[in-house]
């Protein structure tokens, strides 16, 4: 295989993995945490669009257990839309033999 078309071949291959990594940064995923008593909706680019708590959780003489229940929740999400991503990169990376 020439060095033009291993080039080529390489640019084309940036050029989709960026447009999927825009494609994903503007997708929506949605996270239910303790059975959906927290429910979370984060964009692929991290960004939080929404959080709901189940009324039930909302306790005024236990504040300190809801927010260590919200962060652990955001902080799950975030690892798993992180963790998609990375699949995804390495999924959009073609296997070129000979090169690595």
Known sequence: MSFKKITEMMRQAERQSKQKALDFEQKLFEYSYKNAAIKIIIFGN???????IDPALIDPEDKVTLEEMITEAVNEAVGDVKAKYDQLMEEAMPQMPGLF
């Open 46 to 52: 991290l960004t939080i669009k929404s959080i709901t």
